[in-house]
């Protein structure tokens, strides 16, 4: 099975990306690092804990940044991930606790304790990958792959005109990583606005899956009426969970390869800017990028059956 690690911020979406790649034999989860994004730092963490409680795994949690690398941080989105990050559903403070190295020293050493094996999957603001590359270059190297769920290529943003939340997060952070030396695919609105989980879908997996299908099914609720309210839709869109289908089968994407740039001050702050290959742009912010997969298509069908078989 392909080795992951997962770097996240606890929120009802990635609870989803959590449950669908615990349950895919195709991943081996080793461990879950935790950033701020949807909730402050300590509770992702302790969200992070709850999750392979209620799955009944036994996967190392390591904490990460609290802040942004620059930016002044901006608030939490209580109006679409609830004050607890899970919807407000009351759940009760898991037992477990995370382990004492942070995340970015969590993951420098798993990525060279499996060198080329491991695949980082990030679904929030991306410090920890930032901060592992500041204490450890050479890690760059060593990754299989970063699939993260951020950005927008062409889509609008849903922070901004032009920026996705992830991103805006921390924006100095995100262009760290898509101009470090490793493989990176970007999974951002351009594919996850194609995608529309609604209360049928996870409906059926609370069924045949009452226990981590009945807790998505309820952390949902407040994430589907925050996208009905905003988008007119029935449903909420696929962000996190779509980076574990790339993972377990990347023919469900189409994608194009460019470099990706990030803008870190000003009215268009937190865009990721694209610049198809082949594009030879005289400005020198985009001399000697690396080549980023930026995913510009889905089949949305076969990524909604994919989640609902593996968690079903
Ligand atoms: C991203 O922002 C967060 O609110 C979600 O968890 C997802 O990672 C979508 O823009
Ligand atoms: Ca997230």
Redesign the pocket.
Known sequence: ARKIIID???????AMAIFFAFQAKELDVLGLTTTF??VPVELATQNAITLTEIAKVEVPVAQGVALPSVIEPRPH?DF??GKDGFGNINWPAPKGKAVKESAAQFIIDTVRQYPGEVTIIA??PLGNLAAALKLDPEVAELVDEVIL??GTAIEYG??SPVA???IM?DPHAADVVFTAPWQVTMIG?DV?HQVLLDNNVLGRIKAANPEEGGFLYDCAQHYINFYSSRFGVHGC?F??ASTIAYAMDPSIFGVELGAVRVACEGIGIGQTIFAPQGMDFPEPHWNDVPMTQVCMEVDSEKLLKLFETTLS
């Open positions: 996240t911020d606890p929120g009802i979406d990635d994004g949807n989105p679409v991930h679904l929030g769920m951020g849903n922070v996705e939340a992830n997060n609105l996850t869109y962000h996190d």
